[in-house]
Nanobody, 125 residues
Framework: VQLQASGGGLVQAGGSLRLSCAASGRTFSDYIMGWFRRAPGKEREFVAWITGGGTTHYADSVMGRFTISRDNAKNTLYLQMDSLKPEDTAVYYC????????????????????WGRGTLVTVSS
């Protein structure tokens, strides 16, 4: 499975960005896809996931501001980020699991085996 994230950049607080993640190597719609981020000096943290059927789950810190979506026909995952805050500054990673099941709800890095290279989002105050 190959993942390639794009769409990061520099934006002012309150602005918006849309990240994309192109996937290849297996049937895209069969698996959950997730977004994680790593802020400077911090551990990688969960942002959101989406099932093949469109069910979503978000971290509390982004609930109501970020929207995860996917286009199964295009094998592409998206993350629409609105009302961005300086604390959203991080490298954002898309990720895919090797299993359809998780005992920890797909909310941790160890739930995912495949990772994109990351795209940097910088939010200025």
């Amino acid at each position: 499975v190959q993942l390639q994230a794009s769409g990061g950049g520099l934006v002012q607080a309150g602005g918006s960005l849309r990240l994309s993640c192109a996937a290849s190597g297996r049937t895209f719609s069969d698996y959950i896809m997730g977004w994680f981020r790593r802020a400077p000096g911090k551990e990688r943290e969960f942002v959101a996931w989406i099932t093949g059927g469109g069910t979503t789950h978000y971290a509390d810190s982004v609930m109501g501001r970020f929207t995860i979506s996917r286009d199964n026909a295009k094998n592409t995952l998206y993350l629409q980020m609105d009302s961005l805050k300086p604390e959203d500054t991080a490298v954002y990673y898309c990720a895919a699991p090797n299993s359809r099941y998780s005992t920890t709800g797909f909310a941790y890095p160890h739930d995912y085996e495949f990772w994109g290279r990351g795209t940097l989002v910088t939010v200025s105050s």
